[in-house]
């Protein structure tokens, strides 16, 4: 390549670089800087004007519930599992804060993920004394509803997609695929069993044993988490938790959920069951902290090239396989 080239290119990545200091900079000069350094505050965002004495917050759960780490490019503020278990930790410490209403819409995600949400749905409601209610949108599918079980009260719309009680691990096993190409995997390991559901070659059917005893464990975890909160058989949870899942009215009829109707259904329910009128009903949002103020200037200027951040980002975390509550199609 000659010079004229060189420089060309090099002019192009400095133009480049610019633009995107430019662009941070100018968000930068807009932001309000004394919400980017208060990195453990929230802000309220009010769902419904009230009058009356009490307060409800509502916590959103939205999509797979994985925890995503630190990545600022991931940070965007949207379906943050660290930020939701620090939503709900603010929401319990608040003493203006009445009641609380997680507001569904996942078809679950990791097991250690869910039960951490699961146990501090159920910290609040023993340690701080406050109601929590989940509504459910559309998909509260097995670690979305791993995370309701506990709840007081349990709304879902009649067309929710919930239940999917139960584990899955899967991995891909492209042995054959490679024999066709002919290539080799040379892997050294300490024990027999290190390389366990490796796609390289088939399962053993003791390796298949040690993952159905391990699946099975998670599984009646799950069971008896649903027993624990819905007051319900173990007998009648197992005759239910066979994978399947459920209409919101389907739900109800198996008493997997309390009643059917919106969020603002289930805003209405809390005041009328607490006698609290005319509720002051605010979402907590976390103000501006530097890594989700940059995560959402890095979206702004890559657009949907950001996607491929996320993409790399999971594939990483998912190299190696791993039990899940969760529902896909």
Avoid: C
């Amino acid at each position: 390549m000659d010079k004229k080239r060189w420089f060309a290119l090099l002019g192009a990545a400095v133009l480049f670089i610019v633009s995107i200091i430019s662009q941070i900079g100018t968000s930068a000069i807009a932001a309000d800087w004394d919400d980017v350094l208060k990195l453990n505050e929230f802000k309220e965002e009010v769902v419904e004007e009230g009058l009356g004495d009490h307060k409800i917050v509502v916590a959103n759960l939205e999509g797979v519930i994985q925890d995503l780490g630190e990545n600022p490019f991931l940070n965007t503020g949207l379906n943050n599992y660290n930020r939701l278990l620090k939503v709900l930790d603010n929401a319990a410490e608040d003493d203006t804060v009445d009641g609380i209403i997680v507001n569904v819409d996942s078809p679950g995600g990791g097991v250690v993920e869910s039960a951490t949400i699961h146990d501090k749905v159920v910290e609040i409601q023993e340690d701080y004394d406050k109601p929590v209610y989940v509504t459910m949108g559309n998909t509260a599918a097995s670690g979305g509803y791993y995370v309701a079980a506990p709840a007081e009260k349990i709304v879902a719309h009649p067309a929710t997609l919930t239940g999917s009680i139960g584990v899955i691990m899967e991995s891909i096993n492209f042995s054959d695929l490679a024999d066709d190409f002919g290539i080799d995997f040379n892997t050294i390991k300490s024990g027999k069993h290190k390389d366990i559901m490796s796609p390289s070659r088939k399962m053993t059917d003791e390796e298949k044993d040690i993952l159905q005893s391990m699946i099975d464990e998670m599984y009646d975890e799950f069971v008896q988490v649903i027993v624990d909160g819905r007051d319900m058989s173990e007998s009648e949870v197992r005759r239910l938790g066979d994978g399947r899942v459920y209409t919101g009215k389907q739900a109800q009829e198996n008493e997997l959920v309390d009643e059917l109707g919106s969020l603002e259904d289930t805003i209405a329910m809390m005041e009328e069951d607490y006698g609290w009128d005319d509720s002051l009903v605010v979402e907590y949002e976390p103000s501006f902290a530097f890594d989700s103020f940059f995560g959402m200037q890095a979206k702004n200027i890559f657009g949907k090239e950001q996607d491929l951040f996320q993409v790399q980002d999971l594939l990483r975390e998912s190299n190696a396989p791993r039990a899940m509550y969760l529902y896909s199609e």
